[in-house]
């Protein structure tokens, strides 16, 4: 198990070097340098203002210098917001994005799963059909769509809640809700076909004729292995949910790590994208990583394949 | 094989199919009925209410929403298809190379695959415009080249079958080289289904167009899209039309599009009904 983990863990860690160098690498070679404003500035000014970003050295000389310096943790300066760095940015909006993306995880986790499981244990029924047809119609409104709906409806129209800012919890209701409704759907899907296989399995039809009440049987029995599916998913659903919170946090005006992410983007802000890119890399990683391990605690399976082939 | 037959009769299938060519018809000969242009400034009527004269209202340029939410889908049905016609031609031969090579080169082939799978896709797009520059047509190259790899796996299922049959043996024991082998006869074989399979990503395709364009990095004004268009109306929600009228075309089209991708799923695979997404 331990070697498993390390294995894994030397994984994340190549991935991340590769993510740094395509980024590094890719916005190189776009069009359109830092400092290319309106004005042409003059050439003597220009020069200065690259050597002082090292800008004027060879590529590999740059590149070494950069994966050094962020092997020491330091972002470097932003070259938009000149009296910022990337760090202290990065500082800012982490706790936000944060702060919206794990509790909109944690609802849907929650929700998905009780939606999924509820429909499932009634199998064919009006309530599965009805929750079922819910969750089809939750997948087809992402956060894009959902985000400015909810401000039109609790925010404009209702005035329940404000539409946008950061200095309350209040103000992070609708940003968390429109974040995790298709998520909800996802995960009461695939929680109620998880369901539906374990009640199939054989292990719960021994211990439903041995005469286990049902609360014990679904507790014990039936919501571990179908937990499994909705947990395979939370991977590329953590990945998703980060990139649907910078939808969120443009809508509702957080300023989170998905703005300035948006930001360098729009403004070629070279080490600002890199930074925010190397950050959500590294959480998305972690997360995967954490999903691995917890899957093996909850399928003995998974677990004996990774103590046997190690990988 | 999968009998498309059956798949293709399946009454929910069938119609959305319907549903989503009437939508694709009425956005490609709406605006010849309609008196007003794409880019047409109506000075009389800025930021209007819908009206008889206007059916969806007007945007804050004084611009018939009607006509843009038609030309905007147009935009996104059109990049989806194009970026969905990209991904084809990754995942096709990806799954097909990997599946009939097998061995260690399907290995190393897959494990490619499993590890794309764990990148944040979203962010790689958002890369890839901001290093090709914000162009359509590398916005659909760049969103089907993140989104072949439930297309090559497919692939590669079928091809696991297909090679086995009686027709490969006859054209190895011929002596007809592998290159030959895998484009004349394992190709055409598995088509069909990864054809049907590749409407399955159609949906998704077009949530990351309009996921960019929303974020002002993909279409660009006058240009218009579902995305471009729901964010701006989200920034004028004194005129709830114009966010309105969007949204509902959007999540009505990723409504029918799911749908049928759960039909025919269901069809395709009836032992687990709806388990991926």
Not at chain 1, 203 to 219: C, D, E, M, Q
Not at chain 1, 282 to 305: K, M, Q, T
């Amino acid at each position: 198990m331990t070697r498993f983990i390390f294995r894994r863990l030397a994984f994340a860690l190549v991935t991340l070097w590769l993510v740094v160098s395509a980024a590094f690498f890719l916005i190189r070679a776009a069009p359109g340098g830092p400092f290319d404003g309106e004005r042409r500035l003059p050439p003597a000014i220009e020069k200065n203002l690259l050597a002082s970003y090292h800008l004027d050295q060879p590529l590999p000389v740059q590149y070494w210098r950069y994966i050094r310096m962020v092997g020491g943790g330091d972002l470097g300066p932003s070259f938009k917001q000149k009296d910022f760095t990337v760090n202290e940015l990065i500082r800012a909006g982490l706790p936000i994005s944060l702060g919206v993306g794990i509790s909109a995880f944690l609802l849907a986790l929650l929700f998905g799963t009780l939606l999924g499981t509820l429909a499932a244990l009634s199998h064919n029924t009006f309530r599965d059909r009805f929750l079922s047809g819910l969750a089809t119609l939750g997948l087809a409104f992402p956060p894009l769509i959902i985000a400015p709906v909810l401000v039109l409806v609790f925010a404009v129209g209702l005035a329940w809640l404000p539409a946008g800012g950061h200095t309350s919890p209040r103000h992070y209701v609708l940003p968390t809700i429109a974040l995790s409704l298709p998520y909800i759907a996802a995960f009461a899907r695939l929680s109620r076909v998880g369901c539906l296989e374990a009640l199939r399995l054989p292990h719960v039809t021994t211990a439903r004729s041995k005469g286990l009440s049902n609360r014990r049987l679904v507790f014990q029995h039936v919501l571990p292995s179908a937990f499994v599916p909705v947990l395979s998913y939370s991977g590329p659903a953590a990945a998703a949910l980060l990139a649907g919170s910078m939808v969120v946090e443009e809508v509702f005006s957080l300023p989170g790590l998905g703005r300035y992410f948006v930001q360098g983007a729009i403004n070629r802000d070279y080490t600002l994208v890199m930074g925010t890119v190397l950050v959500y890399a590294a959480l998305i990683l972690a997360l995967n990583l954490l999903v691995d391990v917890l899957y093996g605690r909850l399928d003995p399976r998974v677990r004996s394949e990774m103590v046997v082939s190690n990988d | 094989m999968i009998d498309l037959r059956w798949s293709l009769m399946r009454r929910g299938y069938r119609t959305s199919i319907v549903c989503i060519f009437l939508l694709a018809i009425a956005l490609f000969l709406g605006p010849w009925l309609s008196p007003w242009g794409e880019e047409h400034i109506d000075w009389n009527s800025i930021d209007t209410p819908p009206s008889l004269n206007h059916w969806f209202g007007t945007d804050g340029s004084g611009r018939d929403l009607l006509v843009r939410t038609m030309a905007g889908g147009r935009v996104s049905l059109t990049i989806a298809l194009l970026a969905t016609l990209v991904s084809f031609a990754i995942g096709l031969p990806w799954g097909a190379i990997a599946g009939y090579a097998g061995g260690r080169v399907d290995q190393v082939m897959m494990r490619i695959v499993d590890g794309l799978y764990g990148l944040p896709f979203m962010f790689l797009v958002i890369l890839l415009v901001v290093f090709f520059g914000r162009n359509p047509y590398l916005l659909f190259i760049a969103i089907g080249a993140v989104s072949w790899l439930d297309l090559a796996r497919i692939v590669r299922g079928q091809t696991l079958v297909v090679k086995n049959a009686m027709y490969i043996e006859a054209a190895k024991a011929l002596g007809v080289p592998d290159p030959w082998i895998v484009t004349r006869h394992v190709v055409p074989n598995v088509m069909g289904p990864a054809l049907v399979y590749a409407t399955l990503t159609i949906p998704g395709v077009i949530i990351a167009e309009s996921f960019i364009s929303f974020l002002g990095l993909g279409i660009q004004e006058p240009q218009t899209s579902w995305g471009v268009l729901i964010a701006d109306g989200a920034t004028r929600l004194h005129a709830p039309w114009q966010l309105i009228f969007p949204a509902t075309f959007l999540a009505v089209t990723l409504l029918v599009l799911n749908v049928a991708g759960d039909q025919l799923r269901d069809a395709m695979d009836p032992q687990e009904k709806g388990v991926r997404l």
